[in-house]
């Protein structure tokens, strides 16, 4: 499952996740939060994924 968030805290209030783990995870401090794993994309991608390239 792929779920595509703006931000940590748009991940937080939309799918439950703690903010602070999520950028733990995204900084290399942490392999997963909650089971899952978390990555950076660019803008362009972000558009892509939402359809509005």
């Known amino acids: 499952m ?3 968030y ?3 805290v748009e991940a937080e209030r939309e799918g439950g996740f703690q903010s ?3 950028r733990q995870v ?3 401090r942490a392999k997963s939060h909650k089971g899952f794993t978390f990555v950076r ?3 362009d991608e ?3 994924y939402i359809g509005e390239e």
């Open 26 to 28: 995204l900084n290399g």
């Open 20 to 22: 602070n783990a999520i």
């Open 46 to 48: 972000y558009l892509k």
């Open 6 to 8: 703006k931000n940590s």
């Open 41 to 43: 994309i660019s803008v």
């Open 2 to 4: 792929i779920a595509v």
